[in-house]
C-alpha cells in the first residue's frame, strides 16, 4: 500500500525533505523512502554497511592497538593536524552533542507518561535532560565500577523493551494485521538523493559502532575480541532493528507513525497503549532507560578519547589525569558533560546532529585510507593474523565516499557548515598545540589554572602515556612548569 500521493510540480524533484526536529528515525526513514517495502531494504544496507565499518575498525583496532579511534590512526599515518581536526569533530561536535540530543530524547521518553493529552514542555525536557546527565557524571566521576554496573542494568531494560515490541509485533501478525505489508513497495522514492538521506536517518541509528575503538588499549587480546564482538553485535543489533520496525507496522499503519508529529515518544507510547492498555505507559519508561544507557556509553567512551588527546599533548594536560582516590578521569568526563549541556540550550540540536553525518564520512573515510596506507608502506604493524580481504576496506571507502559526495549535492548548506565546524579546529590548533614559544605571562596563567584544578579535583598525571589506568601507574605529579607549554604539557 502507497504511503503517498505522488504530486509533482516543476521544481519539487530538487527540493530536500527536510524533516522536524522531533521526527524519529523510523518515521525519518519511511518518510525518506515513501514506502514500507523500501525502508526495510534500507535497514538491511545500513546495518549491512555499518558492519562492514565495523569489521574495517576492527582490523584497524589489532593494527594500532591503542585506544582513541580514528584520532589515533589519522595521527599515526597523516600526522597531528589532521588527526587533531578527527578529534575535535568526534570530541566537540558528535560525542557531546549526541549526549545532548540522547538526553533530551531520555528525558523526553520519561515525561511522556506525565502529558498523554499535550506536548511535553521545553523546559520540563531540558531540567530532566540535564538532571540525567549530571548523574551521569557524578557516576563516571565517583566509580568506573558504577558506571559499568549502570550500563547492564539499563542494557536489561532495552532487551526488555525490544523484546516487548517485537513479541507484541509477532502476536498481532498472527492475527493477521498485515495491511501495511501489501503492495509494500508502492510509491517508492528511489532518486539518489532521497535514498541517501535515508540511509543516513538509518545509518545514525547504527551509530556508536566505532566506539569500541576508542577504548582498544583496555581490551585484552585485541585481535580475537574486537572481531567476534563487532561482527556479533551488528548482525545482532540489525536482526533486532528489522524485527522492530516489522513490529511497529503491524500494530500501527504507515499512516499513524508518520502522522505521529510530537515524535518517538509518541510511537511507542501509541505502540504500547493499542498493546498493553493501560500498562502500556511503562514502555516509554523502558525506552528511555535503555536511551539513558546510551548516554552512559558514549560520556565513557567520548570521555577516553579526550583522556588519549590530552596524553599526546592535543588537549590541556588536565584531561590526561585521573583522581587519585577514584582512578576516575574526572576531567574529561567534565568536559564532555559541560559541552552536552551546553548544546541542550539549542532548539537546533537534531539539525545539529544532521550536519555530524557528514563530517563522520570524512572521518571515517580518512581513518580507512590510514589502513589502506598502512598495509602499503608498513604491512609489518599488523602481527595479530586478522587481515581482510582488500576489497573490503575498499569498498567501505568508495561507499563512503559516494555517500558524502551525495549529501553534499542533497544537501550542500548543511555539509558547508560541517566542513566550517571542522575548520574551526584549524585555529585551535595553531595556537594550542603548535605555539610552542608563548610568552611568559601566558605559561605562568596555563600554569597556574592547572595546577588550582588539579588540587580541586585531586587529580595527577598517569605515569607512562599508556592508555590504561592502573592503580600502579599513579604517582603525585603537578602540571610542567616548563618554559615551553603546549597546553600545559612539556612538549
Known amino acids: 500500500m502507497g504511503l503517498f500521493n505522488k504530486k509533482k510540480k516543476d521544481g519539487d524533484q530538487n527540493q530536500s525533505v527536510t524533516l522536524k526536529k522531533e521526527v524519529s528515525v523510523l518515521q525519518g526513514v519511511v518518510t525518506y523512502t515513501k514506502s514500507v517495502g523500501l525502508s526495510l531494504i534500507l535497514w538491511s544496507v545500513t546495518g549491512l554497511f555499518s558492519a562492514l565499518g565495523a569489521i574495517v575498525y576492527a582490523e584497524l583496532g589489532v ?86 554496573k549502570i550500563a547492564v542494568v539499563f542494557t536489561a531494560c532495552k532487551v526488555a523493551a525490544l523484546l516487548l515490541i517485537i513479541g507484541f509485533g509477532c502476536y498481532y501478525l498472527a492475527l493477521g494485521n498485515t495491511e501495511s505489508f501489501k503492495d509494500s513497495f508502492e510509491d517508492s522514492e528511489t532518486s539518489p538523493g532521497a535514498l541517501a538521506l ?28 574486537l572481531p567476534i564482538v563487532i561482527v556479533l553485535s551488528l548482525t545482532t543489533v540489525t536482526f533486532i532493528y528489522i524485527l522492530t520496525n516489522v513490529a511497529y507496522l503491524a500494530v500501527l499503519s504507515p499512516t499513524e507513525v508518520l502522522a505521529s508529529g510530537d515524535g518517538s515518544a509518541a510511537i511507542a507510547v501509541s505502540f504500547a497503549t493499542r498493546c498493553m492498555g493501560s500498562f502500556g505507559l511503562v514502555m516509554p519508561v523502558l525506552v528511555g532507560a535503555s536511551v539513558f544507557g546510551s548516554i552512559n556509553g558514549e560520556v565513557f567512551s567520548i570521555s577516553r ?28 568526563v567534565l568536559s564532555v558533560v559541560m559541552l552536552a549541556i551546553t548544546y541542550q540550550m539549542f532548539d537546533d540540536i537534531f539539525y ?57 549535492y542533497q544537501s550542500p548548506k548543511s555539509s558547508a557548515v560541517s566542513l566550517g565546524v571542522m575548520a574551526l579546529g584549524i585555529p585551535v590548533y ?34 607512562t602515556a599508556s592508555d590504561t589506568v592502573k592503580e600502579n601507574d599513579i604517582h603525585m605529579k603537578s602540571a610542567p612548569s616548563s618554559p615551553e607549554i603546549s597546553w600545559g604539557v612539556t612538549k
Open 63 to 148: 593494527t594500532i592497538p591503542r585506544s582513541g579511534g580514528e584520532y589515533i590512526y589519522i595521527l599515526q599515518t597523516f600526522g597531528p593536524l589532521p588527526a587533531f581536526l578527527a578529534f575535535w569533530i568526534t570530541f566537540v561536535v558528535i560525542g557531546s552533542a549526541s549526549c545532548a540530543a540522547n538526553g533530551l530524547i531520555f528525558a523526553d521518553y520519561i515525561l511522556r507518561p506525565a502529558f498523554l493529552s499535550c506536548t511535553t514542555p521545553t523546559d520540563a525536557v531540558r531540567l530532566v535532560a540535564v538532571l540525567g546527565i549530571l548523574t551521569l557524571c557524578f557516576i563516571h566521576c565517583f566509580s568506573v565500577k558504577w558506571a559499568t
Open 198 to 225: 535515508a540511509f543516513y536517518q538509518g545509518f545514525w541509528a547504527f551509530s556508536g559502532w566505532n566506539c569500541l575503538n576508542f577504548l582498544t588499549g583496555e581490551v585484552k587480546n585485541p585481535a580475537r575480541t
Open 305 to 332: 578519547l579526550a583522556l588519549t588527546a590530552g596524553e599526546e599533548g592535543h588537549m590541556p594536560a588536565l584531561l590526561s589525569m585521573v583522581n587519585i582516590e577514584r582512578l576516575t578521569p574526572i576531567p574529561s
Open 352 to 408: 545539529l546532529i544532521e550536519l555530524t553525518g557528514f563530517a563522520f564520512a570524512v572521518i571515517s573515510a580518512m581513518a580507512v585510507g590510514s589502513l589502506l596506507h598502512i598495509r602499503r608502506t608498513h604491512p609489518e604493524m599488523n602481527t595479530s593474523g586478522f587481515r581482510l580481504p582488500i576489497f573490503v576496506p575498499v569498498l567501505y571507502l568508495v561507499v563512503d565516499i559516494a555517500i558524502g559526495i551525495l549529501t553534499v
Open 430 to 463: 595553531l595556537f594550542g598545540v603548535s605555539w610552542k614559544n608563548k610568552p611568559e605571562s601566558m605559561q605562568s596563567l596555563i600554569y597556574q589554572i592547572t595546577v588550582t584544578l588539579q588540587k580541586v579535583l585531586k587529580v595527577v598525571e598517569q605515569e
